[in-house]
């Protein structure tokens, strides 16, 4: 019996990649059976954006979509989570965290790795979030914690332990724990030493 078989489009394809896909299906699923609801959630938007897989057409991301935004194409399209609610989830708790979060979501879900302080503003107001008493101070804050670092043309983006720290939210204890561990990682890393000479 041939291993291949065509389907209705003619295509020939194998029967083993068939087998292949409903292994991986059986071990994600089983993967995810491990999260909770939000967590799983979670993954799956996240996994569905990093491959631009289209979002179902119904249901409350549809409605998500709809609301308005304002920074370009990929954030007027079809995302996962709003900004209102991804704040919402990761509770930050002082100015410098909510930018962190800021950060991540600019970077993560609205396709903006580089950012200025007036995009942290803008999306902030879009989270409908407290505005900051001064965002110029709340951004160089953040960068001086390690949350943000400096990038192209005078522009910030998000930093490994920055990233680390707001994957972690809200789990308090395991995010200083990542934030932490990320420091001390950097820290440990051997400086070039001036040559005597020079």
Do not use: W
Request: proline residues 6%; aromatic residues 6%; glycine residues 4%.
């Amino acid at each position: 019996m041939s291993p291949y078989k065509s389907n209705r489009n003619g295509v020939t394809t194998s029967e083993d990649n068939d087998a292949d896909d409903a292994s991986v299906l059986a071990e994600v699923i089983s993967a995810l059976r491990q999260l909770s609801p939000d967590s799983r959630q979670r993954l799956i938007d996240t996994v569905s954006t990093f491959f631009s897989a289209k979002a179902p057409s119904s249901g409350p991301s549809a409605s998500q979509s709809t609301s308005p935004v304002s920074f370009g194409s990929s954030f007027s399209e079809s995302k996962p989570i709003t900004a209102k609610q991804f704040i919402l989830e990761k509770e930050p708790r002082t100015d410098v965290e909510r930018i962190g979060c800021l950060a991540f979501y600019l970077t993560h879900y609205a396709d903006t790795p580089h950012f200025k302080t007036l995009d942290l503003s803008r999306l902030n107001t879009e989270a409908a979030q407290p505005k900051f008493s001064n965002a110029a101070v709340s951004v160089e804050n953040a960068t001086k914690m390690g949350y943000l670092v400096p990038a192209i043309k005078g522009l910030k983006q998000l930093s490994a332990a920055g990233e680390r720290f707001v994957q972690a939210l809200p789990d308090r204890e395991a995010a200083k724990a990542a934030m932490n561990a990320v420091r001390s990682r950097m820290r440990r890393r051997p400086l070039m030493k001036k040559s005597e000479d020079a």
